[in-house]
């Protein structure tokens, strides 16, 4: 067992009968869904609300039922991957382009669970490249304004670089819009950045998650570390 199927398998042990479940993307969280398929399998009634096309798709070949959320959805799990998180579970998420319904689905939740392997543990954020997903009007205007305001946060002139698909072209998120990464090298106060850059108009949202995160769930080589921060 690989050190993200262990931190899958931790999360699952809190999953309860009749509860509704965030289901996130990315590879540890390939292995949540395909745990919750098989307890759907087994007869329990859960039900599913991915955080982008693919984790649905996923869903769909386990059979988890899912839900389109609307007002009245109450979301007892959403459990998720990371690309970072550090020691106050702040988090980089969005490596996988899918940072904004991740978000939504995490901030609804009672309880958000991160599962990753040991090496997303990490003191500080800003190691992996920060994603910002924006608007496609403008955006080279939108690029412009979040260095200057990289520049009067001290971050000063770093590599800013739309996503491209590896077919060609540039990456579109679920939403259909373009990210931005950015090589920051390390990020200060994630709270203050978040809160900046998501003021610019064009800018949809930051892959910085703050004060959501309830447990981190890290698989290592011969088990799991867990830590509680709510």
């Known amino acids: 067992m690989t050190a993200k199927e262990r931190a899958a398998t931790a999360a699952l ?30 007869g329990w009634d859960l039900k599913g609300i991915p955080t982008s096309q693919a ?16 007002e ?7 459990v998720d991957g990371a690309d970072e998180a550090d020691p106050n579970g702040a988090l980089i998420k969005g490596g996988g382009g899918a940072l904004l319904r991740e978000k939504i689905i ?16 990490v003191p500080q954020l800003g190691a992996f490249p920060l994603p910002v997903e924006i608007d496609r ?7 412009k304004a979040i260095r200057q305001t990289l520049a009067d946060l ?22 259909g819009h373009y990210v931005v990464d950015m090589a920051l090298g390390r990020i200060a106060d994630p709270g203050l ?14 892959g910085l998650f703050v ?7 890290f698989g290592t080589a011969d088990g799991v570390s867990v830590r509680h921060l709510t």
């Open 106 to 121: 995490a901030q609804a939740a009672k309880r958000f669970i991160v599962i990753a392997d040991a090496s997303k543990d």
């Open 72 to 78: 009245t959805t109450i979301i007892d799990l959403a």
């Open 193 to 206: 950045l978040d809160k900046t850059l998501t003021m610019l108009p064009g800018v949809v949202t930051t």
């Open 55 to 70: 984790s649905a798709d996923q869903a769909e070949s386990v059979s988890i039922p899912l839900i389109e959320p609307d």
């Open 13 to 42: 042990e809190l999953v309860k009968d009749r509860m509704p479940l965030g289901l996130g993307t990315g590879s540890p969280a390939k292995h949540f869904i395909d745990g919750v398929g098989a307890k759907v399998a087994q």
């Open 154 to 175: 001290d971050y000063g002139t770093p590599d800013l670089t739309l996503r491209a698909q590896e077919e060609g072209g540039f990456f579109l998120s679920d939403g």
């Open 137 to 143: 009007f403008g955006w080279s205007l939108t690029v």
């Open 211 to 217: 004060e959501l995160t309830g447990s981190l769930v």
